[in-house]
Each structure stands twice: as C-alpha cells, then as structure tokens.
C-alpha cells in the first residue's frame, strides 16, 4: 500500500479551472494512475482533500504507485510524493492511542432510498455506531467527554449523470486501537459511503500505547 500526497495549485487559475466539483478531483485521481488504466484495471483509491496552513492538498491510499507527473496535473510542481504505508500500517498496536481525522459522508438508509444525517448529534452518532466495526473506540478527554468534534462540514456538488450535493462531515479526535488487524482495514478501504468522491479516509497519528 503507498500513501501520496500533493498540494494542489490554487493559485494557478488555468490549473484549477476544471476542478468545479467532486467528479473533477476524482477523474485526476484516476488519471494518476496510467498503468492501471492501460491494463484495464479498475482499482479502488481513496482518497480526500486536506486543508493545512491556508494550503489544500490531494492525499490518496493506493495498492499502486501513482505516476507523480500526473499526479501534479493540477499541483505544485515538486510537491508529489509517495511513500511506502505498509510499514506504518503494520506498526499499529492493540491499545495505541493516536490521533485521527476522517472526512466522511454520515447518511442513513430508509425503505432502500439513501439520506444524509444533517445534525451534527446525528452525525456523531454515525461515527460511534462504526467504531468497533472499524477496530478503534473514541477516547475520553479529562472531563469524561469523547474526545472528538467536527471541524468541518460543507455540501459539495457532484456531477454524474445529474447535478447532486453531497454532504461532508470532517471529524477530529483521538482514538484507542482496539484491533489492530479491523482498523488496518479501515486504513486502506475506509468509512462509509462515496469513497470515489473524496470521502471515508481516515489518518491517524500515534501518542502513545495505554
């Protein structure tokens, strides 16, 4: 598994130009990977977009290397890397405490139609109700709260086939491995619905082991 990254050229407008919507950012997803497109593969990364220091980066989970010149289409020039995940992956221990993000897209299923939880009680409870499923549990804080928010949370248009809006829930928080082998997993496929359009990543950084 590789973990990549890029910053992507907000200052360049003729860059940035076709990237209007989620369809946008995941056709140049795809696009970096030219080998797999050559072969015929249709393999699934995961993918989202990070905000850091007024700066937005692309960041994708891939079982292949992306191509870093088309990776750049509409990045940074020198600003694409790749590295190796599946050390980091295997290092992750049973009781590790690590901090995490996860941008995802919290919806219900009612009478086999698909809706979006809008509160954001509704859209905390989405991420409790997947936690042990997805090999973590959400660590108290001092005061004997969860120790998670969200931070950012937008309506982001789609187009496929029509013009759609999809909600994006951005949470931050720390988290407890409780198995290791579930939340590796979790790692590589993610949370939840609309992977293709930039969502269900979650990343984690180690604190310490309890």
């Not at 692309?58 to 010149?69: E, G, M, Q, T, Y």
């Not at 290092?91 to 919806?107: G, H, V, Y």
């Not at 950012?152 to 029509?162: A, G, I, P």
């Amino acid at each position: 598994m590789y973990l990549s990254r890029v910053e992507i050229d907000d200052q360049n407008r003729q860059k940035v130009k076709d990237l209007t919507h989620l369809g946008a950012y995941h056709n140049w997803v795809e696009n970096s990977f030219p080998i797999e497109i050559d072969q015929g593969k249709r393999l699934r990364h995961l993918w989202r977009i990070d905000r850091l220091h007024d700066k937005r980066f692309l960041l994708i989970v891939s079982s292949d290397k992306p191509n870093l010149d088309r990776l750049e289409r509409y990045g940074v020039a020198g600003t694409a890397v790749t590295k190796n995940y599946q050390p980091f992956l295997e290092q992750i221990k049973n009781n590790e405490i690590m901090r995490f993000r996860l941008t995802a897209n919290p919806t219900y299923r009612t009478n086999d139609k698909v809706y979006p939880h809008i509160t954001v009680e509704q859209q905390k409870k989405w991420l409790l109700d997947r936690t042990n499923l997805a090999g973590f549990s959400i660590v108290k804080n001092g005061n004997g709260m969860l120790n998670f928010d969200i931070v950012n949370r937008e309506w982001l248009v789609l187009y496929h086939h029509r013009r759609i809006r999809l909600s994006q829930v951005t949470f931050e928080g720390v988290l407890q491995v409780t198995d290791a082998e579930k939340i590796n997993h979790t790692l590589i496929h993610g949370i939840g619905r609309e992977k293709a359009y930039g969502m269900g990543m979650l990343t984690v950084i180690p604190i310490g082991i309890r």
